[in-house]
């Protein structure tokens, strides 16, 4: 059973233009919700991350939109740029401290 | 760069055979967590070390086990490898295990069982 669902699988997108990737979760107990980027070769890094007090999370260009009813979270990313084309995971972490991770999203943007 | 070393990069090996994935983690996380990565499956949680001790067990198999060593290096051993196996194995680390704590993910070991 797939705890954290993943979408799109793939994305493409325009220079300047808004990338969103959503993820939904089941279990009610979770209560971090971090993004990774992961770059071809390399693994994946820590974004941005939020708890579910907060409804919304913004870091630069990137930004997590939760809703805690839905049981859904976001990832925005505004003024998409070549160099943000990367794998992004969604996760969750409950008090066992192991995230899980969605299946993935490749985000590619073309110039 | 994480701070967090694997090795090799790239390990080629044919079935029934038996591989090492070694890991270093950063200087000071007393914390190591092994994750398969392969395209249908995402990133898959294996285990988790904690100062030498096995703190969290995902979905590992029987035929793989892990250990993690006094100087807070890890290996990961995986034996009588079979075509499903091939995927990328990454290693994190992080300072103590902590619930939201971050983790510093290594670039992985790519391995190919033909």
């Known amino acids: 059973q797939q705890q954290v669902k993943q979408s799109p699988q793939s994305l493409i997108v325009q220079k300047g233009g808004i990338s969103i990737i959503n993820c939904a979760y089941e279990?009610?107990?979770?209560?971090?919700f971090p993004w990774y980027q992961q770059f071809p070769g390399k693994g994946p890094a820590l974004l941005i991350a939020?708890?579910?007090?907060?409804s919304e999370k913004k870091e630069g260009r990137f930004t997590i939109s939760f809703n805690k009813s839905a049981k859904q979270f976001s990832l925005h990313i505004m003024d998409s740029q070549p160099g943000d084309s990367a794998t992004y995971f969604c996760a969750a972490s409950r008090g066992s401290y192991i995230p899980t991770f969605g299946r993935g999203t490749s985000l590619i943007v073309h110039p | 760069d994480s701070g967090v070393t694997q090795t090799p990069k790239h390990l080629i090996t044919a079935t029934g055979q038996r591989v090492t994935l070694r890991c270093s983690p950063r200087?000071?996380?007393?914390?190591v967590y092994w994750y398969q990565q392969s395209l249908d499956q995402g990133l898959q949680f294996l285990i988790q070390y904690y100062n030498g001790e096995e703190r969290a067990k995902g979905n590992i198999l029987e035929r793989f086990s892990a250990q993690q060593f006094p100087d807070l290096h890890s290996e990961l051993n995986l034996s009588s490898l079979e075509l499903g196996d091939s995927a990328l194995y990454f290693c994190a680390s992080s300072e103590a295990g902590r619930r939201g704590e971050k983790l510093f993910f290594g670039s992985g070991t790519q391995l190919s069982v033909l």
């Open positions: 200087s000071g996380d007393l914390s």
């Open positions: 939020i708890r579910p007090d907060v």
């Open positions: 279990n009610t107990a979770f209560d971090y």
